[in-house]
């Protein structure tokens, strides 16, 4: 499966913005997403994960409460809504997939990657 994110952009702290990544090749729906994010000179953290059916969602602390992660299978679309952005978010955004059933968080159990969509906050 081939990812593409889109909607990154500069924001003020406050704002909300949606990223969205397009799934193409096989089956979306058949796959759980996540998205990573990477700030400058730092690694690659976790950020949100839904399971393939939607069923069951997982968050990272520090985004709890502020981002929603969605999957529209019908689409080969997943989302990241995020609200009340904070200039601490400021990172490059990824979007991947695996076909396990249940959340994943580490990196490594992710086989698809797209490309990132770089969000910047200003304070």
């Known amino acids: 499966v081939q990812l593409q994110a889109f909607g990154g952009g500069l924001v003020q702290a406050g704002a909300s913005l949606r990223l969205s990544c397009v799934a193409s090749?096989?089956?979306?729906?058949?796959?759980?997403m996540g998205w990573f994010r990477q700030a400058p000179e730092k690694e690659r953290e976790f950020v949100a994960t839904?399971?393939?059916?939607?069923?069951?969602?997982y968050y990272a602390d520090s985004v709890k409460g502020r981002f929603t992660i969605s999957k529209d299978n019908a689409k080969n679309t997943g989302y990241l809504q995020m609200n009340s952005l904070e200039p601490e978010d400021t990172a490059i955004y990824y979007c991947?997939?695996?076909?396990?059933?249940?959340?994943?968080?580490?990196?490594?159990?992710?086989?698809?990657w797209g490309q990132g969509a770089e969000l910047t906050v200003s304070s």
């Open positions: 839904i399971t393939w059916t939607g069923s069951s969602t």
């Open positions: 991947a997939a695996q076909a396990g059933a249940y959340p994943a968080v580490k990196p490594t159990s992710y086989r698809y």
């Open positions: 090749g096989r089956a979306f729906r058949s796959y759980s």
